[in-house]
C-alpha cells in the first residue's frame, strides 16, 4: 500500500466552481502535513499546511483528520490560474523526518 | 536568495556511464532529499538526510548513492545508468520536520 495515496483527477471544473481533493496516508506516525501545488515542468511549492483544527487560506480550505488519516483541500471560486496539480504530502517520524508526496491531483479550470 | 541550487539542469548519458547530481542550499537546513518524478507522475524519495553525516534510504534508493559530508552539499551519484532513471530529479531542503520544504529548479535526466 503506498504511504499517500491521492486520487489522480483530472478535475475538469468551470471557473467559479467549488472542488475539494482527498489524500489518504496510511503510517500512524505521520507527523506534519502539506498541500503543494505544482506547475507544469516547475518545482513543487507549498500551498498551505494542514493543522488539526483546520485552517483557510483565502479561497482554500484544508482539513485533517487523524482518526481516519485523511486530509482534504476545498478550492472555493476556482480560477483558471488554479490549474495546477496538488500534491498531498506527509512528513513521517522514522527517527530522522522524511518527506513523503502523493502522486499528486491535476484540476484544469475552463472558461 | 539562492536557496536550493540543482546542477546541471540538463542531462543526456549513456547507458553504463555515471553523474553526479548536485544540490547546495545557503539556508542552513539540516534536512534535504532527493526525489524523482517519471512524466505524469507524483515525486518519489530516492534517499535523504537529518544532518551532515547522515543519510537514510527512501521509497526507491536501487541505483543511486548519496553523501552528506557538509550541510550545504547533498550530492546524489548515479553509477550505472539505465534507461529506467531518466526522470526530472528534484532536490529540497527544509529547516525543522513541520515546516516547508524548498525545492531546486530540478534536473532533466536522459539515459539513452
Known amino acids: 500500500r503506498k504511504e499517500v495515496e491521492q486520487d489522480p483527477g483530472p478535475f475538469n471544473v468551470p471557473e467559479g466552481a467549488t472542488v475539494a481533493f482527498n489524500c489518504t496516508y496510511s503510517n500512524s506516525a505521520s507527523q506534519s502535513f502539506f498541500w503543494y501545488r505544482q506547475d507544469c515542468r516547475k518545482e513543487p511549492k507549498l500551498l498551505m499546511s494542514v493543522y488539526s483544527s483546520g485552517n483557510e487560506d483565502g479561497r482554500f480550505t484544508a482539513q485533517l483528520n487523524r482518526a481516519s488519516q485523511y486530509i482534504s483541500l476545498l478550492i472555493r471560486d476556482s480560477k483558471l490560474s488554479d490549474s495546477a496539480t496538488y500534491l498531498c504530502v506527509v512528513t513521517i517520524n522514522t527517527g530522522g523526518f522524511k518527506t513523503i508526496f502523493g502522486a499528486g491531483t491535476r484540476l484544469f479550470v475552463k472558461a | 536568495n539562492a536557496g536550493v541550487t540543482q546542477t546541471p539542469k540538463f542531462r543526456i548519458l549513456k547507458i553504463g556511464q555515471s553523474m553526479t547530481l548536485q544540490c547546495a542550499q545557503d539556508?542552513?537546513?539540516?534536512?534535504m532529499y532527493w526525489y524523482r518524478q517519471d512524466p505524469g507522475m507524483g515525486l518519489k524519495l530516492i534517499y535523504y538526510s537529518v544532518g551532515a553525516g547522515i543519510t537514510d534510504k527512501g521509497e526507491v534508493p536501487n541505483g543511486y548513492n548519496v553523501s552528506r559530508s557538509t550541510t550545504e552539499d547533498f550530492p546524489l551519484r548515479l553509477e550505472l545508468a539505465a534507461p529506467s532513471q531518466t526522470s526530472v530529479y528534484f532536490c529540497?531542503?527544509?529547516?525543522?520536520?513541520?515546516?516547508?520544504?524548498?525545492f531546486g529548479q530540478g534536473t532533466r535526466l536522459t539515459v539513452v
Open positions: 539556508m542552513n537546513h539540516n534536512y
Open positions: 529540497a531542503s527544509k529547516n525543522l520536520q513541520n515546516t516547508e520544504a524548498f
